[in-house]
């Protein structure tokens, strides 16, 4: 235990003590909305500055103004198509939009055609799908007027709807639910073990690589009882992942917190323009400050509704499961072979599984007590992503139960098959392996 | 008394058998030198001793009790296949390797300050290793190696790669552990070191130990009872129970080689003595790379 502990400790403050790590630590929660805004920013900016020409041929003479979408810049033209054509080539338009003449005045005709566009290059879906909707709200404005209704009428036709949804527990209690936050929370938490998983996963494998490659590891296993190495191995490097995790935590934490207090106080207005940007700009037009403060009474409340404890002592029991689960994995892997560049072989059949968990996740979401999603959250492979994914939604505690027993099984497996394969593989240098030599290591009395 | 005894030993893999049955003692405070070509089943024997791997069948004593995990800090192991890491500072390092054989924190740092500064090495316990030369980083190897101060030191070749100044350096640290009361196994197969080493040797080929004792005593087991002999006259009208050959005329003195017949040097000499006179008269006894030569190459 002693070892073990020794171990922990040097493989603990080596990588704490580093720079990067504290860098890489402190920067990384700052970065990710960092890149965030910086696209955003520079996606909005190009927007408004990129104006390329685009030619209008509009025969009804109906949609004169029609189009307010600053991607382009709409240039009505007059005469035939075909010069129309000509003339677009001509100028070096980005494109042109034909609008052929139409019958608005019969109550009956709804479907509309023979809108054409045409452009040099493929148009984005979204200034297509902004075209077609204005040309639609256009002609349902024309419609509206010559149907005689008065606009106060129409406009009190558009009602809002808000669906608030509970759970119901056995008790009688019911609780606000929430399918977003749960899908947010569900895919963050199951993102983070995935992501864990590889980034602490390599490094466990680097360190018993680099332990190999500079030949000291005789040296530590006549101290160090193989085992013992790998479990103070992938132990040390978990605790400096939790480490990272507790700080960007702490961090995220501690500025989600002021973000939303600044808001509660309705005070900064960038905070929402920068939500505003999120919600049709109708909605934002017709709140009032005090409807602001009311959202973020909702958000507080939509949070205080998430069970927190659970989800958190969840995702502290799965990704140690997985951890230990991959992280011995990792191990063995390193132990086998002489570089990095031979490990990329065996690298693949570990990666399967935890790509298949991230790639069904977005059913599991659409549909965390379906039958995928149920199975994946049981195998220990798979499970500590998917059920993840599915605990913000509420899991039957016997699945729950069931899903943490068969991960505790299966990372005790896993590391007594890795351990079994690394206290061989230490002391092989130069040997050709594959799955087969892997496998004769595993059976082999040392 | 022995302060190691392995008792028939065997140990298979896959598809051949590093040790067969081989059983070794080793007197406490001696240098015992483990000699064999490549491949014969030292590493592995080593190994054993240290616990990293397990023999299939044989017993191994230390100090009379059965070996056992709380042994390995009795054993200092100096691996033909060493390192160190190469990120780590040299003081750390050592401190870590002292406290996994169960060194106190204090009392390692005692010795690492009383190893480094006897190594001249003090001002680099800040470095990372490196940094360091590669003769430096065999020095803090050899200190990992006895900073728990090791009843029984196995160093696996640990002359390779070292310069002869630092090689005659280690070669005193050796002899000096050995006085205070230490054993060490020398593994090796450069001979010249051996001679110079050991007390005690054992050979080991193909798996098997071939032989083993008193470096002495084997070496007069092989002796053939030839003497090299200068002298001036003509040898002539030797009795039957020796025969000159070889001879050559130098600087005025002639030169045989007599090879006796089971007589003791001292009837050999008489003879000589008789018939010319004598102005040298040496044994020719056959160094440990002449009959681990012989050895092997018979076995073939």
């Given at each position: 235990?002693?070892?073990?502990?020794?171990?922990?400790?040097?493989?603990?403050?080596?990588?704490?003590?580093?720079?990067?790590?504290?860098?890489?630590?402190?920067?990384?929660?700052?970065?990710?909305?960092?890149?965030?805004?910086t696209?955003?920013?520079?996606?909005?900016?190009?927007?408004e500055?990129?104006?390329?020409?685009?030619?209008?041929?509009?025969?009804?003479?109906?949609?004169t103004?029609?189009?307010?979408?600053?991607?382009?810049?709409?240039?009505?033209?007059?005469?035939?198509?075909?010069?129309?054509?000509?003339?677009?080539?001509?100028?070096?338009?980005?494109?042109?939009?034909?609008?052929?003449?139409?019958?608005?005045?019969?109550?009956?005709?709804?479907?509309?055609?023979?809108?054409?566009?045409?452009?040099?290059?493929?148009?984005?879906?979204?200034?297509?799908?902004?075209?077609e909707?204005?040309?639609?709200?256009?002609?349902?404005?024309?419609?509206?007027?010559?149907?005689?209704?008065e606009?106060?009428?129409?406009?009190?036709?558009?009602?809002?709807?808000?669906?608030?949804?509970f759970?119901?527990?056995?008790?009688?209690?019911?609780?606000?639910?929430?399918?977003?936050?749960?899908?947010?929370?569900?895919?963050?938490?199951?993102?983070?073990?995935?992501?864990?998983?590889?980034?602490?996963?390599?490094?466990?494998?680097?360190?018993?690589?680099?332990?190999?490659?500079?030949?000291?590891?005789?040296?530590?296993?006549?101290?160090?009882?193989?085992?013992?190495?790998?479990?103070?191995?992938?132990?040390?490097?978990?605790?400096?992942?939790?480490?990272?995790?507790?700080?960007?935590?702490?961090?995220?934490?501690?500025?989600?917190?002021?973000?939303?207090?600044?808001?509660?106080?309705?005070g900064?207005?960038?905070?929402?323009?920068?939500?505003?940007?999120?919600?049709?700009?109708?909605?934002?037009?017709?709140?009032?400050?005090?409807?602001?403060?009311?959202?973020?009474?909702?958000?507080?409340?939509?949070?205080?509704?998430?069970?927190?404890?659970?989800?958190?002592?969840?995702?502290?029991?799965?990704?140690?499961?997985?951890?230990f689960?991959?992280?011995?994995?990792?191990?063995?892997?390193?132990?086998?072979?002489?570089?990095?560049?031979?490990?990329?072989?065996?690298?693949f059949?570990?990666?399967?599984?935890?790509?298949?968990?991230?790639?069904?996740?977005?059913?599991?979401?659409?549909?965390p007590?379906?039958?995928?999603?149920?199975?994946?959250?049981?195998?220990?492979?798979?499970?500590?992503?998917?059920?993840?994914?599915?605990?913000?939604?509420?899991?039957?505690?016997?699945?729950?139960?069931?899903?943490?027993?068969?991960?505790?099984?299966?990372?005790?497996?896993?590391?007594?098959?890795?351990?079994?394969?690394?206290?061989?593989?230490?002391?092989?240098?130069?040997?050709?392996?594959?799955?087969?030599?892997i496998?004769?290591?595993?059976?082999m009395?040392? | 008394?022995?302060?190691?005894?392995?008792?028939?030993?065997?140990?298979?893999?896959?598809?051949?058998k590093?040790?067969?049955?081989?059983?070794?003692?080793?007197?406490?405070?001696?240098?015992?030198?483990?000699?064999?070509?490549?491949?014969?089943?030292?590493?592995?024997?080593?190994?054993?001793?240290?616990?990293?791997?397990?023999?299939?069948?044989?017993?191994?004593?230390?100090?009379?009790?059965?070996?056992?995990?709380?042994?390995?800090?009795?054993?200092?192991?100096?691996?033909?296949?060493?390192?160190?890491?190469?990120?780590?500072?040299?003081?750390?390092?050592?401190?870590?390797?002292?406290?996994?054989?169960?060194?106190?924190?204090?009392?390692?740092?005692?010795?690492?300050?009383?190893?480094?500064d006897?190594?001249?090495?003090?001002?680099?316990?800040?470095?990372?290793?490196?940094?360091?030369?590669?003769?430096?980083?065999?020095?803090?190897?050899?200190?990992?190696?006895?900073?728990?101060?090791?009843?029984?030191?196995?160093?696996?070749?640990p002359?390779?790669?070292?310069?002869?100044?630092?090689?005659?350096?280690?070669?005193?640290?050796?002899?000096?552990l050995?006085?205070?009361?230490?054993?060490?196994?020398?593994?090796?197969h450069?001979?010249?070191?051996?001679?110079?080493?050991?007390?005690?040797?054992?050979?080991?080929?193909?798996?098997?130990?071939?032989?083993?004792?008193?470096?002495?005593?084997?070496?007069?087991?092989?002796?053939?009872?030839?003497?090299?002999?200068?002298?001036?006259?003509?040898?002539?009208?030797l009795?039957?129970?020796?025969?000159?050959?070889?001879?050559?005329?130098?600087?005025?003195?002639?030169?045989?080689?007599?090879q006796?017949?089971?007589?003791?040097?001292?009837?050999?000499?008489?003879?000589?003595?008789?018939?010319?006179?004598v102005?040298?008269?040496?044994?020719?006894?056959?160094?440990?790379?002449?009959?681990?030569?012989?050895?092997?190459?018979?076995?073939?």
């Amino acid at each position: 235990m002693n070892q073990i502990f020794l171990v922990l400790k040097r493989e603990y403050l080596t990588r704490v003590k580093k720079k990067t790590f504290l860098l890489a630590t402190i920067l990384t929660p700052l970065i990710f909305p960092a890149i965030i805004l910086t696209i955003v920013y520079f996606a909005t900016r190009e927007k408004e500055s990129r104006s390329e020409e685009l030619l209008v041929l509009d025969q009804s003479g109906l949609f004169t103004d029609a189009f307010d979408i600053t991607s382009y810049d709409f240039q009505f033209i007059e005469g035939e198509l075909e010069a129309a054509k000509q003339e677009m080539t001509d100028r070096g338009a980005f494109g042109l939009l034909y609008i052929p003449k139409m019958e608005v005045n019969d109550p009956e005709k709804i479907n509309y055609a023979g809108f054409e566009l045409y452009t040099k290059t493929n148009a984005s879906v979204s200034a297509i799908n902004r075209m077609e909707s204005s040309i639609r709200s256009r002609l349902e404005s024309i419609k509206l007027q010559n149907s005689g209704l008065e606009k106060e009428v129409i406009d009190n036709l558009r009602v809002r709807v808000s669906l608030d949804s509970f759970n119901l527990s056995e008790t009688g209690e019911a609780k606000k639910s929430n399918s977003e936050l749960s899908f947010a929370i569900g895919y963050g938490t199951g993102f983070l073990i995935y992501m864990f998983i590889f980034i602490y996963g390599s490094q466990i494998m680097q360190s018993v690589l680099d332990e190999k490659t500079s030949r000291i590891v005789e040296v530590i296993v006549s101290s160090v009882r193989p085992f013992n190495l790998m479990m103070g191995k992938v132990l040390g490097v978990g605790a400096v992942g939790f480490t990272q995790l507790l700080i960007w935590f702490v961090l995220i934490g501690t500025l989600s917190t002021a973000g939303l207090s600044i808001m509660a106080g309705g005070g900064s207005e960038a905070i929402m323009d920068a939500a505003s940007q999120q919600m049709p700009a109708e909605a934002m037009q017709a709140m009032e400050p005090t409807q602001q403060q009311a959202m973020v009474a909702e958000i507080q409340e939509m949070i205080a509704s998430i069970p927190v404890v659970k989800i958190l002592a969840c995702f502290l029991f799965f990704f140690l499961g997985a951890y230990f689960l991959y992280g011995a994995l990792y191990a063995a892997i390193g132990s086998a072979v002489d570089s990095i560049q031979d490990a990329q072989q065996f690298m693949f059949p570990i990666i399967l599984p935890i790509l298949a968990a991230i790639m069904s996740m977005f059913f599991v979401l659409d549909d965390p007590n379906g039958g995928l999603a149920v199975t994946m959250s049981m195998i220990p492979f798979t499970s500590p992503i998917i059920m993840m994914a599915r605990i913000p939604f509420g899991v039957p505690d016997w699945q729950l139960a069931l899903s943490m027993v068969l991960l505790v099984a299966g990372f005790v497996g896993t590391i007594w098959v890795a351990g079994r394969v690394y206290r061989v593989g230490i002391l092989m240098y130069g040997a050709k392996v594959n799955w087969k030599t892997i496998g004769k290591w595993f059976t082999m009395k040392v | 008394m022995n302060i190691l005894e392995a008792n028939n030993i065997t140990k298979n893999y896959a598809v051949h058998k590093a040790l067969d049955d081989v059983s070794i003692s080793i007197p406490k405070q001696s240098i015992f030198g483990l000699l064999g070509p490549n491949g014969a089943g030292k590493t592995t024997l080593i190994r054993i001793i240290n616990q990293i791997i397990m023999a299939d069948e044989g017993e191994i004593f230390i100090n009379g009790e059965r070996l056992q995990p709380k042994h390995i800090g009795v054993i200092g192991y100096l691996p033909e296949e060493r390192g160190l890491y190469k990120k780590m500072k040299v003081g750390e390092q050592l401190m870590y390797l002292a406290e996994l054989k169960g060194l106190s924190n204090s009392e390692a740092r005692k010795r690492i300050k009383h190893w480094l500064d006897r190594m001249g090495l003090t001002e680099w316990a800040g470095k990372k290793v490196e940094d360091l030369s590669k003769g430096m980083a065999q020095k803090i190897q050899f200190i990992a190696t006895v900073l728990h101060e090791p009843d029984l030191l196995i160093l696996d070749e640990p002359f390779s790669g070292f310069d002869p100044v630092n090689a005659n350096l280690i070669k005193d640290e050796i002899f000096e552990l050995r006085d205070k009361g230490a054993t060490v196994i020398f593994s090796t197969h450069r001979m010249e070191s051996v001679e110079q080493l050991c007390d005690h040797i054992a050979l080991i080929n193909k798996s098997q130990k071939i032989l083993d004792g008193p470096k002495k005593e084997i070496k007069d087991s092989f002796k053939l009872h030839k003497y090299s002999v200068s002298y001036k006259g003509d040898l002539v009208g030797l009795s039957s129970n020796f025969s000159a050959s070889e001879t050559k005329e130098e600087d005025g003195l002639n030169h045989s080689i007599i090879q006796a017949n089971g007589q003791s040097p001292n009837e050999v000499l008489q003879e000589l003595i008789s018939k010319v006179e004598v102005h040298s008269f040496i044994e020719e006894v056959p160094s440990v790379n002449d009959i681990f030569i012989q050895i092997v190459e018979g076995e073939k």
